[in-house]
């Protein structure tokens, strides 16, 4: 079964320094791999995925994450965190079909 | 105009009691899905329909029955409601296939008196 961990359940950085959210995964073959926001009493908005087409992602509001096979990693990343990326971050993967599979979640504060 | 719309919001009821959520997408994808969240955030799937047709059934208690009229719409309707089933349940919607991400409502919180 596939399975999606998130190391650090929260992550406090303080404005302008680097955001770094962790995610593994486990899956015999190569993944969807997504990553989501979620601000407080919302849905979640996509930030970013990997379909194979290119290691090195880009997405919304300048998050980029990298997906390293020997590693079985996709970690998400932004240069310069600002106070409007307090919020919980899931990674996800794309089972056969079609549902997700959630890590349990970071939350990221931003210190001003 | 919103894309994934669920209603109500906010769901207050007791204990033993029948409800309704419902969910409507105009993105005209062919899959929706239920997932339930729980207090410590986390989630998972419950439900998924392509095209009218259950595709996915996970460890869910009878209680629960989803029901999809056509390809935009994906009710859920939960027979008497017990306290475990407090939960925040989201509605998404994709296109089936390859890396389609999925496209997620506001939520509906259920609270259970």
């Known amino acids: 079964a596939q399975s999606v961990t998130q190391l650090g359940s929260h992550v406090s950085v303080s404005e302008g320094a680097l955001v770094l959210l962790r995610c593994n995964y486990s899956?015999?073959?190569?993944?969807?791999l997504f990553w989501y926001v979620q601000y407080p009493n919302q849905g979640l908005q996509l930030l970013l995925k990997y379909t194979s087409a290119a290691t090195l992602v880009k997405g919304i509001n300048g998050f980029e994450a990298e997906f390293k096979k020997s590693e079985t990693s996709f970690h998400l990343t932004k240069p310069s965190a600002h106070m409007s990326d307090a919020a919980e971050y899931f990674c996800a993967a794309r089972g056969s079909v079609g549902a997700l599979t959630f890590g349990s979640g970071t939350r990221l504060q931003v210190q001003p | 105009d919103t894309a994934v719309s669920q209603t109500p919001k906010y769901l207050v009821t007791q204990m033993g009691n029948d409800k309704s959520i419902k969910c409507e997408q105009n993105?005209?994808?062919?899959?929706m899905y239920w997932y339930k969240q729980d207090s410590k955030k986390f989630l998972k799937i419950m439900f998924s329909y392509n095209n009218k047709e259950l595709i996915i059934n996970e460890t869910v208690p009878n209680r629960f029955s989803p029901k999809s009229p056509d390809k935009a719409h994906l009710n859920l309707h939960i027979n008497s409601l017990e306290l475990g089933d407090s939960a925040v349940y989201f509605c998404a919607s994709s296109i089936q296939g390859g890396g389609q991400p999925q496209h997620f409502g506001d939520g509906t919180r259920l609270s259970i008196l």
């Open positions: 899956s015999s073959v190569p993944p969807y």
């Open positions: 993105l005209g994808h062919d899959t």
